[in-house]
């Protein structure tokens, strides 16, 4: 089992950047694929990066790409979502996700969930 817990979540203005991490605990890391997902009010949770377990692979949501960059350093544990030239739609709470098999963009195939942090990106 692993824990997880965002942070670094925050107010910024558009076209401004923030860079949410996830940190986790218990069983090695390096053996979960990772995902972000957001979610914002009356929304459905939607997917917004993922990252295989080498760290090698990465995926984007359409929202996120060219603006984000996912990363993960499995020495500290930590997965990183770098966001740049954010916009207010992009306001919403990020969500780290974590799976002991292959990388998915489908949020109902990931395991282990964080409380998740909130982003508001205001115009």
């Known amino acids: 089992q692993v824990h997880l817990a965002e942070s670094r979540g925050g107010l910024v203005q558009a076209a401004g950047a923030l860079r949410p991490s996830c940190s986790a605990s218990?069983?090695?890391?390096?053996?979960?694929?990772m995902g972000w997902f957001r979610q914002a009010p009356v929304n459905q949770r939607k997917f917004v990066a993922s990252?295989?377990?080498?760290?090698?692979?990465?995926y984007y949501g359409d929202s996120a790409k060219g603006r984000f960059t996912i990363s993960r350093d499995n020495a500290k544990k930590s997965v990183l979502l770098q966001m740049n030239s954010l916009k207010p739609e992009d306001t919403a709470v990020y969500f780290c996700?974590?799976?002991?098999?292959?990388?998915?963009?489908?949020?109902?195939?990931?395991?282990?969930w964080g409380q998740g942090t909130q982003v508001s990106v205001s115009s």
């Open positions: 218990g069983r090695t890391f390096s053996g979960y694929s």
């Open positions: 990252i295989t377990r080498s760290g090698m692979g990465t």
């Open positions: 996700a974590a799976r002991d098999v292959a990388v998915s963009m489908h949020s109902d195939e990931y395991d282990y």
